[in-house]
């Protein structure tokens, strides 16, 4: 893409190449990346762009407290990690020829505005082999010479109109970077298909009623001295809130990682099958490529994996927490990850675990199980999140040869660190890993 001469835009120029990237597909479930670009795109284009910091935008723009720590947190760090990866996707693939692009410098969180001429550079390839030399001229050329050669151009057109067809049209929307070819196998790539199951734990939600409603649902006695009484949204006077029990409320965390498996299929030109993990039994993932997301308090097929693997999640007792634990023969070897909370309660450090193990199928072709855990759904997302980043499977592959391993191992398991801010991970990065030496399936 060729870059025109910098010049001064103008202040409309800039907010509508912001808005673009604003309504793009790339950013719709990404709200604070949005609040970001338009904080530091707005104080760029009122002269203040000396003024941004990483605490400016942790407190003005993503609503950190005002004692907020950019040592102790570095989900700004991470916010601006993703939006430089989300400005080139959208300038690669959901808006090629858009003319004033946004950049984001490493190492800065300041922007920076620069304009291109996408239609020149295209017009001048194109124009390289599709000229030819003029032939010698021929006095009064018989009909059915000037009809050859006009059938020949046409099929020249045909043939060229076709290929570009095949090259731009039906290609996928995205192209998948290599190294997802390496970690997730035959889940990825044209004709993959995988089948994403999502477990859900057991609920007690509410819901107003104003006539008594069916059974198994149970009124709640004074709301108003409840916490959660705020939360409520009662229509109006006589209407009662009741509990019932739901097992089909998946975890935010979870659903988020499903919607991030489900993307990463899909840009490598695979199909999904989406299925609550409840409606079939384990059988039915045999010969298979799975993806299941779930922790074992909820997950039937995760607890049974979990429990013949390195790392597996279980309730802390002394402290009240889950952890992820390593199963080990010496006690005082294992290693444990426990959440931590801040002064308000409030967790702001979770884990995820990633179980990856290889099946051998019949006529050599094998299958690929993942299992993606954590210590509540932000640890599952963060864990995900890790897992679906080509930076992230960077650092797994970098981590493997520094242990001078060389080739992805057919059975591993990943315990991810993840800071939280509320239900959504702001970071993640590799804490520790084991490679098995058989698949947990089998034993």
Same mark, same amino acid.
């Given at each position: 893409?060729?870059?025109?001469?910098?010049?001064?835009?103008?202040?409309?120029?800039?907010?509508?190449?912001?808005?673009? $990237?604003?309504?793009?597909?790339?950013?719709?479930?990404?709200?604070?990346?949005?609040?970001?670009?338009?904080?530091?795109?707005?104080?760029?284009?009122?002269?203040?762009?000396?003024?941004?910091?990483?605490?400016?935008?942790?407190?003005?723009?993503?609503?950190?407290?005002?004692?907020?720590?950019?040592?102790?947190?570095?989900?700004?760090?991470?916010?601006?990690?993703?939006?430089?990866?989300?400005?080139?996707?959208?300038?690669?693939?959901?808006?090629?020829?858009?003319?004033?692009?946004?950049?984001?410098?490493?190492?800065?969180?300041?922007?920076?505005?620069?304009?291109?001429?996408?239609?020149?550079?295209?017009?001048?390839?194109?124009?390289?082999?599709?000229?030819?030399?003029?032939?010698?001229?021929?006095?009064?050329?018989?009909?059915?010479?000037?009809?050859?050669?006009?059938?020949?151009?046409? &099929?020249?057109?045909?043939?060229?109109?076709?290929?570009?067809?095949?090259?731009?049209?039906?290609?996928?929307?995205?192209?998948?970077?290599?190294?997802?070819?390496?970690?997730?196998?035959?889940?990825?790539?044209?004709?993959?298909?995988?089948?994403?199951?999502?477990?859900?734990?057991?609920?007690?939600?509410?819901?107003?009623?104003?006539?008594?409603?069916?059974?198994?649902?149970?009124?709640?006695?004074?709301?108003?001295?409840?916490?959660?009484?705020?939360?409520?949204?009662?229509?109006?006077?006589?209407?009662?809130?009741?509990?019932?029990?739901?097992?089909?409320?998946?975890?935010?965390?979870?659903?988020?990682?499903?919607?991030?498996?489900?993307?990463?299929?899909?840009?490598?030109?695979?199909?999904?099958?989406?299925?609550?993990?409840?409606?079939?039994?384990?059988?039915?993932?045999?010969?298979?490529? $799975?993806?299941?997301?779930?922790?074992?308090?909820?997950?039937?097929?995760?607890?049974?994996?979990?429990?013949?693997?390195?790392?597996?999640?279980?309730?802390?007792?002394?402290?009240?927490?889950?952890?992820?634990?390593?199963?080990?023969?010496?006690?005082?070897?294992?290693?444990?990850?426990?959440?931590?909370?801040?002064?308000?309660?409030?967790?702001? &450090? $979770?884990?995820?675990?990633?179980?990856?193990?290889?099946?051998?199928?019949?006529?050599?072709?094998?299958?690929?199980?993942?299992?993606?855990?954590?210590?509540?759904?932000?640890?599952?997302?963060?864990?995900?999140?890790?897992?679906?980043?080509?930076?992230?499977?960077?650092?797994?592959?970098?981590?493997?040869?520094?242990?001078? $391993?060389?080739?992805?191992?057919?059975?591993?398991?990943?315990?991810?660190?993840?800071?939280?801010?509320?239900?959504?991970?702001?970071?993640?990065?590799?804490?520790?890993?084991?490679?098995?030496?058989?698949?947990?399936?089998?034993?």
């Amino acid at each position: 893409m060729r870059t025109l001469p910098e010049h001064t835009l103008s202040s409309e120029e800039k907010q509508q190449a912001v808005e673009l $990237v604003l309504r793009s597909q790339v950013l719709a479930r990404a709200d604070q990346l949005r609040k970001f670009l338009r904080y530091i795109c707005e104080m760029e284009d009122a002269g203040r762009a000396d003024e941004i910091t990483e605490y400016s935008i942790g407190t003005e723009a993503l609503g950190r407290p005002r004692d907020y720590s950019p040592a102790a947190d570095s989900g700004v760090r991470g916010r601006a990690h993703d939006l430089r990866q989300k400005l080139e996707q959208f300038y690669e693939v959901e808006n090629p020829h858009a003319k004033i692009r946004i950049g984001l410098r490493k190492g800065s969180y300041t922007p920076y505005f620069y304009e291109t001429n996408p239609a020149r550079e295209e017009a001048a390839s194109s124009s390289i082999s599709l000229v030819s030399p003029a032939p010698a001229p021929v006095l009064n050329p018989p009909a059915d010479s000037f009809f050859k050669r006009f059938g020949l151009n046409l &099929l020249l057109v045909a043939v060229i109109i076709g290929l570009c067809a095949r090259l731009f049209l039906f290609q996928p929307p995205n192209r998948l970077d290599p190294i997802f070819d390496e970690f997730w196998g035959s889940m990825v790539g044209p004709g993959s298909d995988l089948l994403l199951c999502l477990a859900t734990p057991p609920s007690l939600l509410i819901k107003s009623y104003q006539e008594p409603p069916r059974k198994n649902t149970f009124k709640l006695i004074s709301p108003e001295n409840n916490p959660w009484s705020s939360l409520l949204r009662l229509p109006g006077a006589g209407w009662q809130p009741y509990m019932y029990f739901s097992g089909e409320s998946p975890l935010f965390g979870d659903a988020e990682s499903a919607v991030l498996a489900a993307q990463v299929v899909a840009a490598g030109g695979g199909s999904v099958d989406f299925l609550p993990e409840n409606t079939f039994r384990p059988a039915a993932l045999r010969n298979r490529n $799975v993806l299941l997301v779930g922790s074992p308090s909820y997950s039937t097929y995760a607890a049974r994996i979990l429990s013949n693997t390195p790392f597996t999640i279980r309730e802390d007792s002394q402290i009240g927490e889950e952890v992820i634990q390593e199963r080990s023969s010496a006690p005082k070897n294992r290693q444990v990850f426990v959440p931590k909370r801040n002064e308000a309660g409030d967790l702001v &450090l $979770v884990y995820g675990l990633i179980t990856v193990f290889t099946n051998p199928g019949p006529s050599g072709r094998d299958s690929r199980t993942v299992i993606v855990s954590g210590v509540t759904g932000a640890g599952t997302s963060a864990g995900m999140h890790f897992f679906a980043s080509p930076n992230g499977l960077r650092t797994l592959r970098e981590r493997l040869r520094q242990d001078r $391993v060389t080739a992805v191992p057919p059975a591993y398991q990943l315990v991810i660190k993840g800071s939280r801010d509320r239900a959504v991970p702001l970071s993640w990065e590799l804490a520790a890993y084991r490679i098995m030496q058989h698949s947990p399936a089998l034993e």
